[in-house]
């Protein structure tokens, strides 16, 4: 194009454009483009998207609109998932801004992402084309977006004006906010820096979400034997008691201990004894099945949570915990690794205030079958209390 609004977006927008990392096209789910319905936008499905405001360069209020999604991310962002975090932030990205620059159409793009890509399109009438239309021009479009040149061109044989407005290149992974108006006259350089402001508010929070989303995910592994973490077996056994409490069903928690591995870690060192920890994990996890939850807890041990599963149901299991350690036949440099584990067990009781009530007494349980021997199962009595 030879028009003077053909290239828009200065140095220093760009500039600032290249400092947000590409992650709309991080941890979405696969199966290739991925249109949405179109009206969860909340923002008019009729022919022209009209905005408020946008007819001339000062008529907009960016730093308003940027503070308003900012707060909305902030806030109401909390409660949205992981999984489709990326498509809600720029869904609710659109509606901001095109609360304040009317556009024909507008389509959000990422694609290359490792487990997926994405497109949202908007309106629902527009929809099928956009699609149809983006995947015609990927080629050009990641070209454009590798540069990060924000561009504004005539599409359609001169009957419309599109700005593309490029997400940071990263790697193989690539993508554009497309905005388009009808008409020659194209967007205003303040409209298509509103677009950028927010496009980059939308990267920064995404990026944010997820890192920390990450974070947590990682804090809540064990990272000698794969299991939950001790915090994370905390939340479960906290929220499996309260949920009992609410419904009325039973709760129980069994805490197991590994006799012997005291000696495997003197005798053989601390690389037998985290192969007995995993191997045990495993084994403790195929004996619970579908009743409940294993995670880490105090020292060596493990937490089994049981939610649903009365005293009888809860004894059941701990012995087939017990039972089936001795048939894992552990070995370790060609010697055997005798170890067996002891388990106390407890069912919630109706006057009990929270769950380390109950898994004290599952402790003192513990504490009885190492007495009687260890390789046992012992359930807590109110004479523990």
Known sequence: MTAPWALLGGVAFLAALGLAALVACRRMKRGGWRPRRSDDLAVASSGVVSGACGEADGSLDASRVADAFRRECETA?????????????????????????PAQSVAVVTQGAENGDVLIAHPAQARDDVVADIGRRIPALRHVAATGVVLQQLV?????????????HAASCWGMVLLRRIGRDGFTANEIALAGRLSLLAQDHVDRALSAAAERETDAVDAATGAPSREATEHALARGFDAACRSGAPFSVALVDIDGLDAVRRRHGPGAAAHCLREVAGSL??????????????????????PGADGAAAREIGERARIGVPFLGLTWNGGSLDITVSVGLSTRRADEPSSQATVARAGAALVAARRAGRNCVRVAPVAFD
């Open 77 to 101: 962002g909390r409660d949205w998932p992981t999984a489709d975090l990326a498509w809600i932030v720029y869904s609710r990205m659109l509606v901001h801004l095109l609360a304040q620059v």
């Open 285 to 306: 996890c195929h004996a619970v099945a579908d009743a409940g939850t294993i995670g880490r807890y105090d020292g060596d041990g493990f937490a089994l949570v049981l």
């Open 156 to 168: 359609a044989r001169g009957t419309l004006a599109e700005v593309q407005l490029p997400l940071r």
